[in-house]
Structure formats: C-alpha cells, structure tokens
C-alpha cells in the first residue's frame, strides 16, 4: 500500500467516527459541505460530554473532589490546546465562548494603551470577527488601514509595506481565508510586522481545521481559534505569546499576562464545552495512530522531535493536509469542466496553496438560487459572503458580493465529490431550462 492508498484508508475510515455522517434528507444521503462554518463532531466529543454531566458536573473554587478534577481537566485540556496549535505550554492559552469573543477582548484591551493618531492595519481578506473590534476604536482617533489584496484574493505585499512604513501598533490578519481558501504567509507577515515594532493578532480559525499550527514558528503575539472548527464543541481559545512580553512594556495588560493567559477568561467557563474539546483531541490522537497503523510515519517533519502529545495531535492535522491536497485537486478539475464557472483564489496551479474551500459562481445564476437548489437535492453548503465582507464585495461584483462556497474536511471523500458535481449538473441544466423559456 502506498502512501496515497493509505491516507485514502485512513480517512475514509475517519467517517466512521462520525455519526452525524450517516443522516439523510427526503430519504437521500446528505453530502455535509459546510465545514468551514464549523465540523461535526466524533463519538469522541460525544461520549465525553455525556459523561462529563453524569459523572463530573461540577464548579471551580471550593475544594471537594469533583471540584478539584474539574479544575485540573481545565488545566489539562488547556495543554492539548497548547499541543494542538504549537503554544509552548497550557499558560499561553484561554478558553472563551468563541474566537470572535477573543478579538474583542483583545482590542479592548490592547486598544487601552493606544493614543489618538496611532495606526492599525487589518486585512481585506479577513472575516470580519477580526476587522469589527478594531474598527470600534476610530472612534477614538485611532487610524485603521485596510491592507488591500489583488484581483485573485492575495495579500498584497507591497502595500503592506507601505502601511508598515506608517509603524503601526497593531497588524490583524488571517492565517487562512474562510472564503477562498487561500493559505498566508503568516511568519511573513509577522517577521515584517515585528521589524516594524508591530504586534501581530492573527486568526487561525480557517486554518486550524486543515493545517499542523505551529504559533511559535509563526512568531505571532496574540491568536484565536474556534473549537467547533476543529470537530468540537461550540467554544473558542485564545494564545498569547508570553516569550515576547517585553513587547508590551507600558501596555497595561502585561502585569496580568505576566502571571498567565488566564487572565482572558470572563466568569464561569463552558465546562462540558471543555470536556467536549478533550474529546476533539482525543479523536486527532486516534485520527494519527490510524494513519501509522496504515504505515505512514511522521518522520523527516518537523513533528517528528515533537513531545508525544504534540506528535499525536498535530500529526493527525499533518495527515489530513496531505489528504485535502488529494480532495483539493480533484475538486478543482471537475470543477474546471462546469461551463461558465468563476471560481474565487487559488487556481489548480496553485492548489498547494490553499484549503479545500472554493467560493464560486456560475455565469447567468443568481448565487442563492443555485444554492437553494442544491440544498433541495441534500448538499449542505453556503451562500453569501460568510462575514468574509470586504473581500467578496472586491471578488464576487457582478453577483453582489455573494457566491457559492464548498468547504471540506478530511472526513470528505472523492466519491462525495463526485456525486456533488453530478448532482450540480443536474440542477444547473433545469436552472438553465427554467432562466431560457
């Protein structure tokens, strides 16, 4: 068995862990191509939560024993976050109610220290849960600067440095496009940010869900995430880069992150959310002992030095990248074969740089007809512009800033696709009939 063979094998059996997987819709299979919204989840997550309310249900702050191994599954749950994202340890991380939530506090809190006249720079490729929180603070003289993109989706590198020039505080940017898919050069971003004197927030949300993440190489100050991105619960962390704290001198929060990251969490915690994310990571672990039992090896990546933990759970996300690639390519040549398709980001030349996530149009049809038709016949998908604002009303014009998005997760299969594009040339040809009589 080869290599492609085994990645085929292991994931494919990856399904199995899902029961989600297995529903219909007017008695058809559904094809779930939401992903990039959130993931379903594994009996993992399941049998942890339900366990979690019947055995362990409890609050922090008093000493009795469930209490106790509740604030200690925290803790441990903190470190497979760490693990999962390449943090250095579980005092670089804090849990929330979503990552939105996160770039708010951080804006809030960063913002505290930032003086009228002072400059930020978010991207044109961003969902806006990291474009609104520093727009707030024009409000009080702050300038925001929109880092532009090219007429494909790319960040523009030039203008950066143009806006870099201006030594901004702050550079918020995406590590991945939740629209076109197309993957960034965040340890770019961040070496220019920092020769600059700029802190970098980076969202790693569309990412975290195809990518091994590795925040130390990356070099980024401040991160968030979305659990339920990552085939677990409806929760959110944050990452703070306590190496480089000195940054932050005269910042008002470096006292508290001194301590921990802890700071970040407001009240009460989502704690079956909590256990629920273990079980996310304890799923990634079984996803990674699959894939060696099928004889593939982590060995000559930079994984393989990695502390057990580390190895096991980002491995899983190493395999699975592997294994998009094979989706990605053939998604983009059945889709190469639609006639009249406009396709947004990264073309097939370019497919080792991006998610498999395609956002596209069909010339003569309007965006949520196609998609209403397409759920009427079972495909799970999304239309619009997916918060992703700036970036569809510069791509999608001539559809209003709207387009049809696929997003799949290594739990996908090359046979979904296909029945995907054979259902979509179905419908395209009775749409076709329906626009010309």
């Not at 979503?98 to 951080?106: D, E, K, M, R, S």
């Not at 929109?146 to 901004?168: C, T």
């Not at 700071?263 to 079956?272: A, D, I, L, P």
């Not at 256990?275 to 090896?297: C, H, P, R, V, W």
């Amino acid at each position: 068995m080869n290599n492609q063979q085994a990645l085929q094998k292991t994931f494919e059996h990856a399904r199995t862990y899902f029961p989600s997987l297995g529903n219909s819709y007017k008695g058809r299979p559904v094809l779930f191509f939401d992903n990039s919204a959130g993931a379903q989840v594994s009996q993992f997550v399941i049998d942890r939560v339900m366990d979690y309310y019947i055995h362990r249900n409890a609050q922090k702050g008093t000493i009795f024993a469930r209490t106790v191994q509740m604030q200690q599954t925290i803790v441990e749950a903190r470190q497979l976050a760490a693990d999962l994202i390449g943090a250095t340890d579980h005092t670089e991380i804090a849990f929330g109610q979503n990552a939105t939530n996160f770039f708010h506090l951080f804006a809030h809190h960063l913002g505290r220290d930032l003086h009228e006249g002072d400059h930020i720079v978010i991207t044109e490729a961003d969902h806006h849960a990291n474009v609104n929180p520093w727009m707030e603070l024009t409000e009080r003289g702050i300038h925001v600067h929109l880092w532009h993109v090219d007429e494909q989706g790319n960040l523009d590198f030039d203008h950066y440095k143009e806006l870099l020039a201006l030594k901004p505080k702050i550079i918020a940017a995406g590590w991945a496009s939740n629209a076109t898919g197309t993957i960034h050069d965040m340890k770019r971003i961040t070496k220019m940010a920092h020769e600059a004197g700029a802190l970098v927030v980076a969202d790693g949300v569309q990412a975290a869900s195809h990518l091994t993440m590795d925040v130390n190489a990356a070099g980024v100050d401040f991160a968030a995430f979305s659990t339920y991105k990552i085939f677990g619960p409806h929760m959110g962390f944050g990452y703070v880069n306590r190496d480089r704290l000195e940054r932050l001198e005269g910042w008002c929060i470096q006292k508290e992150l001194e301590k921990d990251s802890y700071f970040f969490e407001v009240g009460s915690q989502n704690h079956e959310g909590i256990e629920g994310f273990i079980g996310s990571m304890e799923y990634l672990t079984q996803l990674t002992k699959d894939a060696e039992g099928n004889g593939l090896t982590l060995d000559g990546t930079p994984l393989a030095n990695s502390c057990s933990t580390r190895k096991e759970i980002a491995g899983a996300m190493h395999f699975a990248h592997l294994y998009e690639q094979q989706l990605t390519d053939h998604f983009l040549a059945k889709l190469a074969e639609v006639e009249g398709v406009v396709l947004y980001g990264k073309t097939a030349e370019q497919s080792d740089e991006r998610l498999p996530v395609f956002s596209f149009n069909i010339a003569g049809i309007e965006t949520d007809t196609l998609g209403c038709a397409l759920n009427d016949a079972g495909i799970e998908a999304r239309t619009g512009n997916y918060l992703a604002i700036n970036l569809m009303k510069r791509l999608a014009v001539p559809f209003g800033g709207n387009a049809l998005r696929i997003s799949l997760v290594h739990y996908n299969t090359v046979g979904e696709i296909d029945r995907f594009f054979n259902i979509l040339e179905k419908v395209l040809k009775e749409l076709n009939t329906y626009v010309h009589q």
